[in-house]
């Protein structure tokens, strides 16, 4: 069975950093895009940023300079350092990966609240 393992949420302080995991395991297929989504109370879940096989980087505006996004493919894992948050990166963050056989799978979500 194919599964996303996310870890790394919690409580933070405004300014302060976190670093988010997401570990894709159980397919036979290697994953080509990873990437981390969010949904923030009352909003729809947006893109944070999303990284190829290939290490081509997309990020939104919002967490440009902030975040980083970064992978090990031979672990199938993908990390999403995140500094100088803001209050307004509270949200549930979720972990996506597309297998090269175009199937696509969830985490199932890690809430990050960053307080005033």
């Known amino acids: 069975q194919v599964q996303l393992v996310e870890s790394g949420g919690g409580l933070v302080q405004a300014g302060g950093s976190l670093r988010l995991s997401c570990a894709a395991s159980?397919?036979?297929?290697?994953?080509?895009?990873m990437g981390w989504y969010r949904r923030a109370p009352g909003k729809q879940r947006e893109l944070v940023a999303d990284?190829?096989?290939?290490?081509?980087?997309n990020y939104a505006d919002s967490v440009k300079g902030r975040f980083i996004i970064s992978r090990d493919n031979a672990k199938n894992t993908v990390y999403l350092q995140m500094n100088s948050l803001k209050p307004e990166d509270t949200a549930v963050y979720y972990c996506?990966?597309?297998?090269?056989?175009?199937?696509?799978?969830w985490g199932q979500g890690t809430q990050v609240t960053v307080s005033s």
């Open positions: 996506k990966a597309v297998f090269t056989n175009w199937s696509t799978v």
């Open positions: 159980g397919s036979i297929f290697r994953v080509n895009v």
């Open positions: 990284i190829t096989s290939g290490e081509r980087i």
